[in-house]
């Protein structure tokens, strides 16, 4: 058991609670690149051990009313079936390319980092105006709904072949596309990641790709994490924080 993973931990699963973010973006490549994991093992005991988090920080944002259902359902339309098959694909690759394609999931996942950070990096700098068009809820149409299964179809495939995406892509996503307030952003956000990681892990459990001692290692410090992360996220003005919309 390595007393710095459990540090990592924490300090992941509180940006997961307080934002929503920062799961397979981080956690992955710090398994790779500080403490020199094989690339696929790394990606699959992250969603494995992001299941189990992402699970606590939804039942707290459950509990927060800060999840917009409707969203959440559609999303997993899409991005379900979609990470299933991103591990499937990946688990082909793999069987195809040996040991060679390390370099290449390598390639990937740093790939998928940088869109995330270009993403959330342009919304911050470019588009400050959508704050004032923000609204906590919305009646989904036709058009949203598909929106939503498309976005999903997107995020999960990501995850599926690199872990990231659950937290940082469908928070831009729902800030772009659908300008939820940020408590309805990261509420929303985990809740569905939950579902997502669960059924992308389960894949990879299946493919074998998940080292069960570095799980529970993780899961020390980030359990404890996300519950201080979520605390901290909904201590705000009850308006903020409340069921309901203003749209």
Not at 15 to 23: E, H, K, N, V, Y
Not at 95 to 114: C, Q, T
Not at 115 to 139: H, K, N, W
Not at 184 to 193: I, Y
Request: aromatic share 8%; glycine share 12%; proline share 4%.
């Amino acid at each position: 058991m390595d007393p710095l993973v459990i540090v990592f931990g924490l300090g992941v699963g509180i940006l997961i609670g307080l934002t929503g973010m920062g799961g397979g973006s981080l956690m992955t490549p710090i398994l790779i690149i500080v403490f020199g994991y094989n690339p696929i093992t790394a990606v699959g005991t992250d969603l494995a051990y992001g299941a189990v988090t992402k699970t606590l920080g939804g039942w707290r944002h459950f509990r927060q009313r800060t999840v917009f259902f409707p969203l959440a359902l559609w999303m997993g339309v899409g991005s379900v079936p979609a990470a299933v098959g991103g591990v499937y694909v990946l688990h082909l690759l793999e069987d195809r390319y040996g040991k060679s394609f390390d370099n290449a999931m390598l390639i990937a996942v740093a790939a998928a980092v940088m869109f995330t950070g270009v993403a959330v990096l342009s919304r911050a700098l470019f588009m400050p105006r959508m704050l004032e068009r923000e609204r906590e809820g919305f009646e989904m149409t036709t058009r949203d709904k598909v929106s939503a299964a498309v976005l999903g179809v997107f995020v999960g495939f990501v995850l599926g072949v690199t872990s990231a995406g659950s937290g940082t892509l469908i928070a831009v996503g729902l800030i772009l596309i659908f300008r939820l307030v940020p408590t309805r952003v990261v509420g929303t956000d985990v809740f569905h990641a939950a579902v997502l990681l669960w059924a992308a892990s389960i894949a990879h459990v299946i493919a074998g790709n998940v080292d069960y001692a570095l799980m529970a290692t993780i899961l020390i410090g980030s359990l404890p994490g996300v519950l201080i992360g979520s605390h901290l996220q909904c201590a705000c003005p009850p308006a903020r924080c409340a069921w309901g919309s203003r749209s």
